[in-house]
C-alpha cells in the first residue's frame, strides 16, 4: 500500500485534474481505478479505518505522547498486520495514530500495534515532535529517535526499497512518505523531470510535490513484481484549503474535494487492466482486501470493540460481480465543536452533517445528489421528494457513527 497524503482525486489527471502522474497512470493501466473512492476529511482517521477495518470520525493521532489518550486506537482494535500471519510487516514513514496502547515509549506505537518494522518513521507531520521541515525532521528507528537531515519522502522510499528485497515470504508493506503536506515547497531537483518549470507560489509547489512524489512511487514500484504483488494506492484526505480552489470545500470538510480520493489496484488478483469501477468503496476496504488476498483470518467476532464495516475488493478487481457498500461513511472531529460527518448512499445521495458545538448533535445539515449534482451546488434537505431518503439516511448515520 503507498498512502498520497493530501490529494485528492480532482487534482489528479488521471481524475480530469491538472496534475499528471505518469508512474500513478501506468499503474491504472495495468489495474483498476476506482471512481467513487472515499476516504476521511483528515489524516488520523483514515490511518485508523485502513489499518482496523472500521468507521472512525474522530481525533485519535495526538503526537510525541507516552500516554495514550481516550480516542486512540486500543490494544484491542485488530491492526492489519496481526491479521495476516506469515507476513513481514512494515510501517513505513508517517505513523499519526499515537501513542502506544501498551504503556511503552511513543516512539514504539507501530510496533505495538502488530507491525515487525517501523521504518524512516515520523509520528505524524514532519513539524511534529520539534521537526522543522521536510529536511529537519525527527526519524524513528528501533524504538528510538533522533534529528534527521534526509529529504524525508526519499528516505521513506529508500527504507521501503530496502524491506522490499528483504529475503523470505511475504510482506506487507504500508508506504506512507508526508507528500504533499505542508510545508509547501519545491522538491529536490533530482525528483522532478528536467527542466521542470519554475514554482512561483503555493499551488505550483504543491503540483511539484505531487510530481515528486509520483517518481517515488517509481522508485518503489521498481523492487515489485507485479505478477506477485497486490499493490494499493490510496489518498488519506482531500485537498489542503490553501492550495484548494475553495478553502471551505476542501480538506477538513465532508464536501467532495475534502473526501473523494485516488484509489489505484494493480497486480495480485486484478484480472485485466486500465479498467475503471463505480463500486461505491472507502479507505476502509483496503483492510479486508488485503486480508482476502494475503489469505489473513479476520477477528473473532466481539474481539473487536467497534463493528467491522470493510468489505473486499478482490472481486472486483477479478472482474466478478460485486456491488460493494450500500452506504459509507466519512467525518473529522465529531463530537468536538464545528465536527463535519456525512453519509454517501450507492445512489449518489449524500447526507452532511455539522455538530458545531461540540455536543453529538447536528445542528446543520445539507443533502445533495452528486448524481445530478457533483459539484454540491444544490441543497436538497428541504425537497419534499427527498424526504423518506433523508430520514433513512440520518437514521443510518447516527447508528453507524463511533
Given at each position: 500500500m503507498f498512502v498520497l497524503d493530501d490529494v485528492a482525486a480532482t487534482d489528479l489527471a488521471l481524475h480530469g485534474g491538472p496534475v499528471a502522474m505518469p508512474t500513478l497512470e501506468w499503474l491504472a493501466q495495468q489495474g483498476v481505478v476506482f471512481e467513487r473512492a472515499y476516504a476521511n476529511p483528515t489524516c488520523a482517521p483514515s490511518r485508523r479505518s485502513l489499518l482496523t477495518g472500521h468507521w472512525w470520525m474522530t481525533g485519535n493521532g495526538a503526537s510525541c505522547v507516552d500516554v495514550a489518550e481516550p480516542n486512540s486506537p486500543a490494544a484491542s482494535e485488530w491492526m492489519l498486520p496481526e491479521l495476516l500471519p506469515g507476513h513481514l510487516s512494515a510501517l513505513v514513514g508517517k505513523w499519526h495514530l499515537g501513542a502506544s496502547p501498551v504503556g511503552r515509549r511513543w516512539e514504539c506505537a507501530a510496533l505495538d500495534q502488530g507491525f515487525d518494522r517501523w521504518l524512516a518513521g515520523s509520528a505524524a507531520n514532519v513539524q511534529s515532535c520539534a521537526g522543522q521541515s521536510y529536511t529537519n525532521w525527527m526519524r524513528v528507528e528501533l524504538c528510538r529517535e533522533r534529528r534527521s537531515g534526509e529529504y524525508e519522502p526519499l528516505a521513506v522510499a529508500e527504507a521501503a526499497r530496502s524491506f522490499l528485497v528483504e529475503p523470505g515470504g511475504p510482506k506487507l508493506t504500508i508506504v506512507c512518505p508526508n507528500l504533499a503536506h505542508e510545508p509547501f515547497h519545491r522538491p529536490p531537483e533530482e525528483l522532478l523531470p528536467a527542466g521542470y518549470p519554475p514554482t512561483v507560489d503555493t499551488r505550483s509547489r504543491y503540483e511539484a510535490m505531487l510530481v515528486a512524489l509520483d517518481g517515488l512511487l517509481a522508485r518503489v514500484l521498481g523492487e515489485v513484481d507485479l505478477e506477485q504483488t497486490l499493490v494499493l494506492v490510496v489518498g488519506d484526505n482531500g485537498t489542503p484549503p490553501d492550495v484548494a480552489p475553495d478553502p471551505l470545500r476542501a480538506k477538513a470538510t465532508t464536501f467532495e474535494r475534502g473526501i473523494r480520493v485516488p484509489l489505484i489496484a494493480a497486480g495480485g488478483p486484478v484480472l485485466g487492466g486500465g479498467r475503471r469501477s463505480q463500486r461505491l468503496t472507502h479507505i476502509v476496504d483496503l483492510w479486508a482486501t488485503a486480508i482476502e488476498w494475503g489469505q489473513g483470518s479476520l477477528p473473532v467476532p466481539g474481539r473487536t470493540p467497534y463493528p467491522i464495516r470493510a468489505r473486499s475488493l478482490v472481486s472486483t478487481l477479478r472482474g466478478q460481480p460485486d456491488k460493494g457498500h450500500a452506504y459509507v461513511l466519512a467525518g473529522n472531529q465529531w463530537g468536538v465543536p464545528g465536527g463535519d460527518r456525512c453519509i454517501l448512499a450507492a445512489n449518489g445521495?449524500?447526507?452532511?452533517?455539522?455538530?458545531?458545538?461540540?455536543?453529538?448533535?447536528?445542528?446543520?445539515?445539507?443533502?445533495?445528489?452528486?448524481?445530478?449534482?457533483?459539484?454540491?451546488?444544490?441543497?436538497?434537505?428541504?425537497?419534499?421528494?427527498?424526504?423518506?431518503?433523508?430520514?433513512?439516511?440520518?437514521a443510518v448515520l447516527a447508528a453507524e457513527t463511533p
Open positions: 445521495l449524500k447526507l452532511r452533517q455539522l455538530d458545531l458545538d461540540g455536543d453529538r448533535i447536528p445542528e446543520h445539515e445539507e443533502l445533495y445528489d452528486l448524481a445530478r449534482d457533483p459539484g454540491e451546488t444544490r441543497d436538497l434537505s428541504s425537497d419534499p421528494v427527498r424526504a423518506r431518503w433523508l430520514r433513512a439516511l440520518r
